[in-house]
T-cell receptor, first 109, second 115 residues
Framework: DVKVTQSSRYLVKRTGEKVFLECVQD?????MFWYRQDPGLGLRLIYF???????EKGDIPEGYSVSREKKERFSLILESASTNQTSMYLC????????FGPGTRLTVL | GENVEQHPSTLSVQEGDSAVIKCTYS??????FPWYKQELGKRPQLIID?????GEKKDQRIAVTLNKTAKHFSLHITETQPEDSAVYFC??????????????FGAGTILRVKS
């Protein structure tokens, strides 16, 4: 079974804090993705990586950056968290089918 | 870039009835169209997908149809059951050799099956 795990299910941070969300997959996938999920907006792609050395901006990259130091690990970084970044964050990996992690519900106060 | 619109946003059906969810896409270069199901509190999971060289695909009670000319595709669920209650997302993508899919998702449809 493909397993995609995320470091936290729930996270509460303060405005201005630096936030790290981590994702690990065990299927040797080259491709990994970060989405945010908001009611009525579906899943929107923040960043993706199709190689350890390659990272690409998605549709809503502003306020985020990513790190991929190892093939199995893809981290999303909120440089200075803001209240409008309160959301559910989903990591995924895969080439055709994308396998999702359980999500991290981030609240920024 | 690609834009995907999904309708309806909510759908209530009686158990045993059929449910249809429709999506339209804007980029004629898109050639891969998956559907994901997300049960309450769980992660999205792929339930069926279709590529642009195929007009219809079935898997037991679910089917997807694609009209490339009109740039729309639909999910059909027959004989609905309470366990079909979930949020359904359509998506569209052009397949890239380097990295597979860069999916653009619709806003989602909340399906409620009443027993």
């Amino acid at each position: 079974d493909v397993k995609v795990t995320q470091s936290s299910r729930y996270l509460v941070k303060r405005t201005g804090e630096k936030v790290f969300l981590e994702c690990v997959q065990d299927m040797d996938h080259e491709n990994m993705f970060w989405y945010r999920q908001d009611p009525g907006l579906g899943l929107r792609l923040i960043y993706f990586s199709y190689d350890v050395k390659m990272k690409e901006k998605g549709d809503i990259p502003e306020g985020y950056s990513v790190s991929r130091e190892k093939k199995e690990r893809f981290s999303l970084i909120l440089e200075s968290a803001s209240t409008n970044q309160t959301s559910m964050y989903l990591c995924a990996s895969g080439y055709y089918e994308q396998f999702f992690g359980p999500g991290t519900r981030l609240t920024v106060l | 870039g690609e834009n995907v619109e999904q309708h309806p946003s909510t759908l209530s059906v009686q158990e045993g009835d059929s449910a249809v969810i429709k999506c339209t896409y804007s980029d004629s270069a898109s050639n891969y169209f998956p559907w994901y199901k997300q049960e309450l509190g769980k992660r999205p999971q792929l339930i069926i997908d279709i590529r642009s060289n195929v007009g219809e695909k079935k898997d037991q009670r679910i089917a997807v149809t694609l009209n490339k000319t009109a740039k729309h595709f639909s999910l059909h669920i027959t004989e609905t059951q309470p366990e079909d209650s979930a949020v359904y997302f359509c998506a569209a993508s052009k397949m890239y050799v380097e990295y597979g899919n860069k999916l653009v998702f619709g806003a989602g449809t909340i399906l409620r099956v009443k027993s």
